[in-house]
């Protein structure tokens, strides 16, 4: 019988707003081979945060202190890693998971996370989904899953998406950063964004009209990011509204008119954000971006396995 894969928690932002949820995530984990070995964080509250600044921290510089390539998943989003990041050890939680090989994966405020720990250490983690928003689903999607558990066993993993382009074919290589946009931004300006010269960054965001949307990327123009990177490729900016006051001035006018600023290629239709169909894929990992006018495909690799 195949040994389950230990599954470390780590409740770094937010805490569960259902318990049953949480549980169903453990279940289904667990059904599948995966052992959540310390479910007890799951019942932690402070304020809005899954336990005090001090359990949070502890929860971070844990990873990797447990069996070899057991997985650390991320409970949530939500807000809280601002508060950690300047007592974070970064170079103590590489060394730990280098030497046990665990896999880092979670998304939405765990950006912030992710970002700092590639600025510090160069240490590759996984943006890719939580326990709550996509293993405690009632149908957890089948996408996801197999996008997941294909990259965690595939040293030289490939994507292909179908999604037409109005970018020029071209193939660019690099390293594959970014995450959520919000985050991202926030980190502008500290010592916890990484400088990536000649990247392919990708972003996603959740609860932005197409005005805020543009004011982040105009940001990350302006300030010297976008021009860095050798593409940009645009995942999910989903649950969000315009009003008659728009007139028109929707996601696609905003890609747009960012495109039309850049002289790099900026594509759209990334499976991946705040949504149930996602990639799981490697922060500060290699890729190979080749695009068409019917899609693009990613090349992946140079990040932990299980």
Request: with cysteine.
């Amino acid at each position: 019988m195949t040994q389950p894969i230990e599954v470390r928690l780590i409740a770094s932002s937010g805490y569960p707003h259902d318990v049953a949820i949480a549980a169903r995530g453990c279940a289904w984990l667990k059904h599948h081979g995966y052992h959540v070995g310390n479910p007890d964080i799951l019942a932690r509250r402070y304020l809005r945060f899954g336990g005090t600044d001090a359990e949070r921290l502890a929860d971070l510089h844990a990873i990797g202190t447990g069996a070899a390539r057991e997985l650390t998943l991320a409970v949530r989003g939500g807000y809280g890693l601002a508060r950690l990041l300047d007592r974070i050890d970064f170079p103590r939680i590489a060394e730990q998971a280098r030497a046990s090989g665990t896999p880092i994966v979670g998304h939405s405020d765990f950006t912030a996370f992710q970002l700092a720990y590639l600025a510090a250490t160069g240490g590759v983690s996984f943006a890719g989904p939580m326990l709550l928003a996509d293993f405690g689903e009632e149908h957890v999607d089948a996408f996801m899953w197999k996008h997941f558990e294909g990259i965690l066993r595939d040293p030289a993993y490939r994507i292909e998406v179908a999604a037409p382009q109005a970018s020029a074919p071209m193939t660019v290589e690099g390293t594959l950063w970014g995450g959520n946009m919000a985050m991202l931004c926030s980190l502008l300006g500290t010592p916890y964004l990484p400088r990536v010269e000649g990247g392919i960054l990708f972003l996603e965001d959740i609860n932005e009209p197409p005005y805020r949307v543009e004011r982040m990327l105009l940001q990350l123009l302006q300030a010297g990011i976008l021009a860095r990177q050798q593409a940009i490729v645009l995942g999910d900016f989903s649950n969000y509204r315009t009003t008659d006051y728009d007139n028109g001035y929707d996601m696609a006018a905003v890609f747009d008119y960012v495109r039309a600023q850049l002289r790099i290629p900026v594509l759209t239709g990334l499976p991946f954000g705040h949504c149930p169909r996602k990639l799981t894929l490697p922060v500060g990992g290699q890729a190979r971006l080749a695009s068409s006018g019917d899609g693009f495909t990613l090349a992946l690799s140079g990040y932990p396995t299980l």
